[in-house]
């Protein structure tokens, strides 16, 4: 068995229908969700993907069914299922079945909640090309939720992830409103010039990931410097190094940028080395 889904109390094997077509969700987009990793038996940051859902929820009007201590501990009885040696994801989901007295208001009694553990290999470490995105740009807070990890942000990015293939890279770089670099399609991104590491600041254009966060914590720790400031793109272009980081692939490196081929650096490869050592301390019980 590839999953395990948690609905109504009940783990199911493989992935159950759970939601109709007159759903608010279904129609409306009213889902949030997160996704932690779990594998060799360890499970890093759980914990902090089951607080972000809750939240996240919240932010978009749910009413949460479960606690984040709930749902991490549901997370790790999800990953004992498969063997200790898999490469998991974990995400926990919650969504409004109903609408509330507005025309397409939520209702937040009406939420839902599930838990979908599945196989899914790692690329940690694994090398990607990335190139600018054209077609989209990171929305303002005023015309998105951008506060929560919300399923709505999605089609935007995947507009921008098939410009991106259609050029012959595995994702892109996106800019925020103002035309500054926000992030990739799907995970955060950091450059090191002369030794020093910067990754743009939080503005509320996009999600500081729990993996940036951890790896930029990482990085202080031992003794690199990290910037979180605004960055241009024009920087991106004179880079030592630029390597992302995101729950599919944790840490990598990024090997060509536009018409530039670099090589995988030593404070990325640092990075990916200092998080692959945590991840083992986090140890599912």
Known sequence: MDTWTYFEGVWHEGSPNLMGPRDHAFWLGSIVFDGGRAFQGFGPDLDRHAARVVRSAIAMGLKPTKTA???????????????????LY??????????GPGPISVDPDSTKFCLCVYLSPMRAG?????????????????????????????PNSSRGVREMLDRGFNNGVVLDALGNVAETCSS?????KDGVVATPAPNGAFLAGITRDRTVTLLREAGVRVDERTV??????????????????KVQPVSRYE???????????????????????????
């Not at 201590?69 to 490469?87: C, M, N, T, W, Y």
């Not at 974990?90 to 609408?99: D, E, I, S």
């Not at 955060?188 to 090191?192: A, E, G, Q, S």
């Open 69 to 87: 201590e709930e749902i991490f501990a549901l997370s790790k009885e999800g990953v004992r299922k498969f063997d200790p040696e898999a490469e």
């Open 90 to 99: 974990v995400r926990p989901m919650f969504w409004a079945t109903k609408g």
């Open 126 to 154: 694994t090398p990607l090309s990335l190139g600018l995105c054209r077609s989209i740009r990171r929305p303002t807070p005023e015309s998105a939720p951008t506060m929560a990890k919300a399923s709505a942000l999605y």
């Open 188 to 192: 955060n991104i950091l450059l090191v």
């Open 232 to 249: 241009t793109p024009a920087e991106l272009d004179t880079a030592d190094e630029l390597f992302t980081t995101g729950n599919a692939g």
């Open 259 to 285: 018409s530039r081929d670099l090589q995988p650096g030593p404070i990325g490869r640092k990075a990916h080395e200092l998080y692959m050592a945590f991840s083992r301390t986090q140890k599912i019980g």
